[in-house]
Structures are given as C-alpha cells and as structure tokens.
C-alpha cells in the first residue's frame, strides 16, 4: 500500500468555506492567543509552521506576538483566511513540500492527526517532525478516540503518535506537557478550543 497520497481536491471537497470561516472566529482566535501566547513565552520560537493551519488562528496569533509564522493546510478554502501565510499542501504527501526542512525552530499541530488515514500517519509524522532543526520544538495534539468532528479518521491514545514521532527524532518532554496543559488552563478563555489543551504533548528534535 502506498505510504502517501497527493488529492487536494479531495481535502478542498471535505473542509469547505464554512469549516475554515469557523476555524477564525473570534472565540477561536482568543483560544489559540492564550495558546500562542504560552509557547512564545516558554520556548520563544522566531519561526514556527503550523500544519493542518484551516484558516490560521494560531499563524496569526503567533504574528501578533512577532513571530515569523506560516501555515499549511490541504484544502483550498483555507488560504484567503490570512493572505499570504497559508500554503496548500496534501499532508499525506511527502514531495513537493512548499517549506524548506529543518528551517524552523517551533512546529505546531493540533486537530490535524486524527484526520490523516492510519495509512499515511507516518508519512504526516516524518512531514511535522522534519520541519524542526535539531533541538527545535514540536507541540503536536492528535484527538483521543471517542472526540467526534469532521472525518476523524485516526483518533489515537497518545503512544501511538508518541512512538511514531519518536521513529522520527522527536523525543517527548513530559514535564512541559504537563506544564504547558496547566498554564493553558487557566486562562477561561482557552475553553473554546478545549481540545488543544486536553491532547497537546511537547516534544523536542534530537540531534541525529
């Protein structure tokens, strides 16, 4: 079975307008401030992709607080939610990727994994974990099984996505996962994307 696959139009068919208008509402944006506002404090990242972007919530959050963000996404109703930012990109597809490997210093994905078909999890995994240089950060949140949404193909406990993500250089920091869970969580604000807070797990690239 082919470990990747390239279909836009497919993703352009399943995540329409309405899904992606949805994705920058302002109660979305306020969520993924506090959100953004986290990591640029912990980890102060100066590049930092988002892949599964939709409309790019957290690529604009992050460019308030100054940092030099883009997003990827797979559908093409997401790139004219912030012009310019957001590149279109099959996330199950290995070549042509329009970002340059291991030029950022922080990757983010959250609500995204869980849509990628267990066949090309590997694929996405290797694509998010790529994008960081050596001693880079990963945020990554995949939905446990029993969250429903629009094609939740691949909801995972979290070893799953662990061991996979590790098969690729990252190595999980269990004490910022913990740490970065609380301090999202205390901000009332965050409830509106409470999945971001309830699944995400800090990672960092290892030197090879």
Not at 33 to 39: D, Q, S
Not at 141 to 162: D, L, M, S
Request: aromatic share 8%.
């Amino acid at each position: 079975m082919p470990d990747e696959k390239n279909d836009t139009a497919e993703l352009s068919n399943l995540y329409q307008q309405y899904y992606h208008e949805d994705g920058v509402a302002p109660a979305v944006l306020a969520s993924f401030r506090i959100f953004a506002g986290v990591l640029v404090r912990r980890y102060s990242p100066k590049r930092v992709i988002d892949f599964g972007c939709s409309g790019g919530a957290l690529v604009r959050a992050m460019a308030e607080l100054g940092v030099s963000a883009i997003g990827i996404d797979g559908s093409k109703h997401a790139l004219d939610r912030t012009p310019g930012k957001i590149f279109q990109h099959d996330l199950r597809c290995k070549s042509g990727i329009p970002w340059e490997p291991a030029s950022f210093d922080m990757a983010t994905t959250t609500d995204t994994a869980e849509h990628i078909e267990p066949e090309y999890a590997e694929t996405f995994s290797g694509l998010v974990a790529g994008a960081v240089a050596p001693g880079g950060v990963v945020a990554f949140g995949g939905a446990p099984p029993g969250q429903g949404g629009v094609h939740h193909v691949n909801c995972r406990r979290v070893f799953y996505w662990i061991d996979m993500l590790e098969r690729h250089g990252l190595k999980l920091l269990a004490a910022d996962t913990e740490s970065v869970r609380d301090e999202i969580e205390r901000d009332p604000a965050h409830a509106t994307c409470w999945w971001v807070q309830q699944n995400v797990m800090m990672l960092r690239k290892v030197a090879p």
